[in-house]
């Protein structure tokens, strides 16, 4: 069993919708939760980053740590065409290494 | 002007071949790192240098060898090219090796291995 597992998709929304994407975890250490965005053929970028539980909201997006459930979420409001990417989570122990255990990815398409 | 350049973009070459890829990042990070995504698009950690000095050593074959000549480089070097290497490579950057800085990413490197 993995340590992080996304469902890989791929996920198709028409423009508008609100897009919920999800990962679940196994290590109860892990102190930080990131999502980025990656387009093809291009290196994956920074969305959301998060400590522990509790939400954080950017923009439209709003990403969600449930430590308890081991579960963290994003959602995406009032999706737009521009959105459709793969998004993966990530994940780090409280270390000094900056190692990150990241999900398979989930790839969005949000149809115009 | 990219922050993190990698080359090159494509690599295509033979078992059995020495390859090599280059990374500069012009962030003034400190810290850098090689990630491999696989064609499942899972990445995974390779190696992470902090002031050219080697903290992150993942279970990788000694075919790989990182070297980072200085705080903006950081070079992989790969011997003996198999069929499994076939990936794309990513570099990346941080400042500082702790958890909280964010990583930036290069746009790759597909190696594919014939």
């Known amino acids: 069993q993995k340590e992080v597992e996304q469902d890989p998709g791929p996920l198709s929304v028409p423009e508008g919708a609100i897009v919920s994407l999800n990962c679940t975890y196994s290590?109860?250490?892990?102190?930080?939760f990131m999502w980025y965005r990656q387009y093809s053929r291009k290196g994956p970028e920074l969305l959301m980053y998060t400590y522990s539980s509790g939400n954080k909201e950017d923009g439209r997006f709003t990403a969600q740590v449930d430590k308890s459930s081991k579960y963290i979420s994003l959602f995406i409001r009032d999706s737009q065409p521009s959105d459709s990417a793969t998004y993966l989570c990530a994940m780090s122990l409280p270390s000094n290494t900056g190692k990150l255990i990241f999900g398979q990815g989930t790839t969005l398409q949000v149809k115009p | 002007d990219t922050a993190v350049s990698q080359t090159p973009k494509y690599l295509v070459t033979q078992m059995g071949n020495d390859k090599s890829i280059k990374c500069e990042q012009n962030?003034?990070?400190?810290?850098m790192y090689w990630y491999k995504q696989d064609s499942k698009k899972f990445l995974k950690i390779m190696f992470s240098y902090n002031n050219k000095e080697l903290i992150i050593n993942e279970t990788v074959p000694n075919r790989f060898s990182p070297k980072s000549p200085d705080k903006a480089h950081l070079n992989l070097h790969i011997n003996s090219l198999e069929l499994g290497d076939s990936a794309v490579y990513f570099c990346a950057s941080s400042q500082g090796a702790g958890t909280k800085s964010p990583l930036h990413f290069g746009n790759g490197t597909r190696l594919t291995v014939t």
């Open positions: 962030l003034g990070h400190d810290t």
């Open positions: 290590n109860s250490a892990f102190q930080y």
